[in-house]
């Protein structure tokens, strides 16, 4: 598996750390002196709640560039709206949720898709992670394998751990898979989860009063696919189609069903 | 290297941290926390400026035990005097001690010391690190992979990455992507695809006569995805679902289009 021969540090450049509600500035600034050392410069946060903070400042310990570039963002999905590969970082299994890899094979897989687009590193609030929804909104789960009954790493040492194993899968370490063709913009692949849900209420498959997280786990599914871009056109086709013969049906059939 | 068949986390159970002149109290409690989430338990404290401390508590977040069972040693020579294998964590490489190795390299060579005998892990003053005297007192000197022009890594920081690289060491290393949970059995899946391609042409969307590889794209997206049990399940609750509102489409509105 070939990377590109250019500067592999450049890699690097193409890879976001995306915080999503931190609640205390000083996990900001530390994980903006976490992401410099190991040569990460891209900090993107999602509703923060202090920010700019004085703290954030004074942790950030000489990254302060790191904090000054840093894009604020009023929702994960404007986060990650140009990105192709998401990572989300989670401190459990979940039951619903990709099964998590470890730090190291995702580092592996970040650097090999890194090759091709942007690649986005989410971390959720610092109490509670990211939710389900925001991971599924991700193509890859990763763990940090912390001991059982005591997983909580602070923030930015989270942070720390993963820029590090990317730094070190570049150097010379593991190699991931190969990424998709033309993986498809996460934008993209939420507008055909909007129109599949959409559909799946109209045939009646999915009642909205009790969704039963039917999507999901059609998400889950989608996502361990890691969509092309000429994929989600296809699959859009297909729902097209259908909803054409969907308003081809008379309104009198609907009504004998209780909806 | 053989590790002994005991339980293999009681190697953990051999490896001290030690930490050096350390400065700020904040990053003591923090180091605590950081040494638990992997593992450690024995903290060691060189000449600390200020502990037991509120700050030191205050980020230990949970590892208090660590921390309430620290043992504060008045020189280096005592704190490793019944040690036998002692690794010099250091930012740079330096002139007159040891050439160092990755951190990867001396988190292997630590577990395969600690089935033998007590090691010590020994991280320097936050400012300037280890004098050189100090790091000639270790067997072994380890660097962190940092960006050249900005090493300067937090304290615990830098114990949580060597306490992860141990814990990973003692895991096994790298472990491949996981499989999904429940496969579905190939045959299943045959079928999902026979109905998805039934229902595409009853849609209009795939054409008989022309199919353009359609079916293969589909197969490609879905056979990536590995597909579980219970979601070839939901596909074709989703198919049989959109087969019956086609059912119900009077057959009058279909002589319309040119088929």
Redesign the interface.
């Known amino acids: 598996l070939a990377l590109p021969l250019s500067d592999p540090a450049d890699l690097l450049q193409k890879v976001s750390v995306v915080l999503v509600r931190t609640t205390h500035p000083g996990n900001i600034g530390?994980t903006a002196?976490?992401m410099?050392?190991?040569?990460l410069a891209r900090l993107v946060l999602v509703e923060p709640r202090y920010f700019p903070d004085a703290q954030a400042t004074a942790m950030a310990?000489?990254?302060d560039d790191v904090l000054a570039a840093a894009r604020v963002c009023a929702s994960l999905d404007e986060a990650l709206k140009d990105t192709r590969f998401a990572v989300a970082m989670t401190a459990r299994v979940r039951e619903l949720a990709y099964?998590?890899?470890?730090i190291?094979?995702a580092a592996a897989q970040v650097l090999a898709e890194a090759g091709a687009s942007e690649v986005a590193l989410v971390f959720g609030t610092e109490m509670s992670g990211l939710s389900n929804d925001e991971v599924l909104k991700c193509q890859l789960a990763a763990m940090?394998?912390?001991?059982k009954g005591?997983?909580?790493?602070?923030l930015?040492?989270a942070v720390?751990?993963m820029a590090?194993e990317l730094?070190?899968s570049l150097?010379g370490g593991?190699v991931g898979?190969p990424p998709?063709q033309e993986p498809a913009q996460i934008g993209d692949i939420e507008r055909f989860y909007e129109h599949l849900q959409r559909n799946?209420i109209d045939?009646?498959?999915l009642d909205p009063a009790f969704p039963k997280k039917?999507m999901e786990?059609?998400r889950r599914?989608?996502g361990?696919?890691?969509?092309?871009k000429?994929?989600v056109n296809?699959l859009r086709?297909?729902l097209t189609?259908?909803d054409?013969?969907?308003a081809?049906?008379?309104l009198g059939?609907r009504a004998d069903k209780v909806d």
């Open positions: 530390a002196r976490a410099k050392t190991m040569g310990s000489g990254a099964e998590p890899v470890n190291r094979v940090i394998p912390a001991v005591y997983s909580s790493l602070n930015a040492a720390q751990l590090y730094r070190m150097l593991v898979m998709v799946l045939s009646g498959f039917l786990r059609l599914l989608f361990r696919a890691r969509l092309e000429e994929e296809i086709g297909i189609e259908w054409k013969r969907m081809e049906r008379p059939k």
